[in-house]
Nanobody, 115 residues
């Protein structure tokens, strides 16, 4: 298991940027995939972006071209750089660590984009 703590959420105007961070309690190099998910009120949780153990990345269509996921293995941290934010990006963003024998979630961080 791994404990995850998100930070970096907040209130931003449309067109602005935010950088989310996810700090893991232990090394992330061996974890199969680290991902960012989001859940808006009344909607299901959805994948935003993920990065695999080999460094491959994938993005939801809504995130492509605007968001970038990255990791700092030395600091056990995963980041989500979000640019050109839109009101529809408003949600609680969760960090996830998915491995062979566990799947861990952080507590979430609120992102609110005003129009």
């Amino acid at each position: 298991q791994v404990q995850l703590v998100e930070s970096g959420g907040g209130l931003v105007q449309a067109g602005g940027s935010l950088r989310l961070s996810c700090a893991a309690s232990r090394g992330i190099f061996s974890i199969n995939a680290m991902g960012w998910y989001r859940q808006a009120p009344g909607k299901q949780r959805e994948l935003v972006a993920a990065i695999t153990r080999t460094g491959s990345t994938n993005y939801a269509d809504s995130a492509k071209g605007r968001f970038t996921i990255s990791r700092d293995i030395a600091k056990n941290t995963v980041h989500l750089q979000m640019n050109s934010l839109k009101p529809e990006d408003t949600a609680v963003y969760y960090c996830n660590a998915d491995s062979w024998d566990f799947s861990s979630w952080g507590q979430g961080t609120q992102v609110t984009v005003s129009s």
